[in-house]
């Protein structure tokens, strides 16, 4: 029997506005479409990684009939439990994202609520036009989730580690460096990253790294450019040379670009879908991706039903709000 999933993270509360016009500096613009959520990206990733668990035994998701449990493969025959290790305040924004937890039978045991400190907060501009978003928050707990406060948790017990920049980077480069050290895999989405959340991790400690478009420059040393499709797999393969393990670059409504060592870059590429909130797609892609990856060892596979997952996310509101429960 192969550990849970274990998946350290931030949690936030999301206040979503929605306008076709987002505001200029110096600008005020009324009359925006409001959307609140439970949300964090460690939150969203674990959320999302329970509830495709029903895609995971059933046939890889509605309208699939292949299933995607490898027969043999490590977890056969049941779906990997998720804990979520993170910290919240003693606050109603926690009540609603433990309410969510409970209703999806997440492991909280490791999730500390602190008195002194409020719950994360995120402020959300979604672009009516084209579903895009711009997001600035405010950690409050999640800035407690330093190396010593994870110390209790079994990050050597589990099965897979999938984590995030959304906490100290402290805190993500000890469990990163205990989980390498202890042998489990480590999916990192380097989400945000910029000087003061980059955790400057050993690439070699990570066997999967899933930037997006514009987290994939930083990584490759050429901030403020922007990844596409056409020079996808080269990124990747850059990715590689520095160390990776390997490589699964979300790329949008084009799907993701797998690269591992050996073999030639995959584009996985998405189902058409009408998109209005892009928000918290790349943490359904994560989510899924860690749970299909730890139930069946195929990596092809699991970004095949992440990306199916996260698309259909983007074609509803919100962003734990519009993950599917499959
Ligand atoms: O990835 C989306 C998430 O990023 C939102 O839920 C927001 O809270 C920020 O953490």
Redesign the pocket.
């Known amino acids: 029997m192969t550990g849970p999933l274990l998946v350290i993270g931030?949690v936030?509360y999301?206040l979503i506005f929605r306008h076709p016009r987002l505001p200029q500096a110096g600008e005020t613009i009324s009359g925006a479409e409001l959307f609140t959520s439970c949300?964090?990206?460690g939150a969203?990733q674990a959320v999302a990684a329970v509830r495709c668990r029903g895609g995971l035994s059933a046939g890889g998701g509605p309208g699939h009939e292949e299933p995607i449990r490898a027969p043999g493969s490590p977890a056969d025959g049941a779906a990997p439990s998720v804990l979520f290790a993170g910290a919240v305040g003693n606050d109603a924004h926690a009540a609603a994202q433990l309410q969510v937890f409970k209703e999806d039978e997440l492991d909280t045991g490791h999730l500390l609520m602190l008195d002194d400190i409020h719950t994360?907060l995120?402020a959300?501009w979604v672009d009516a036009r084209s579903g895009d978003n711009r997001?600035m928050?405010s950690p409050g707990a999640n800035g407690r989730v330093t190396a010593k406060a994870l110390a209790p948790v079994p990050v050597e017990d589990a099965g897979l580690l999938l984590i995030q920049n959304?906490t100290p980077a402290d805190g993500v480069r000890s469990a990163v460096q205990r989980a390498a050290a202890a042998g489990v895999p480590v999916v990192w989405n380097p989400?945000p990253i910029d000087e003061t959340s980059d955790p400057g991790l050993d690439p070699r400690q990570v066997t999967w790294v899933t930037p997006n478009e514009v987290e994939c420059a930083v990584l490759l040393g050429r901030t403020g450019e922007r990844i596409d499709a056409g020079s996808a797999a080269d990124a990747a393969a850059g990715l590689l040379r520095l160390g990776y393990r390997g490589a699964a670059l979300t790329l949008g409504p084009a799907g993701v670009l797998l690269a591992e060592p050996g073999s030639a870059p995959t584009l996985v590429p998405a189902p058409k879908v009408d998109a209005v909130d892009t928000?918290?797609a790349?943490?359904a892609f994560n989510g899924a991706f860690a749970a299909a990856l730890l139930a069946t060892g195929d990596s092809r596979e699991a970004a095949a039903f992440g990306v199916r997952y996260a698309s259909d996310s983007v074609t509803r509101h919100g962003?734990q709000t519009s993950f599917a429960r499959w």
């Open positions: 931030s936030n999301d949300g964090g990206k969203n994360g995120s959300v997001i928050n959304e989400a928000t918290g790349g943490d962003t």
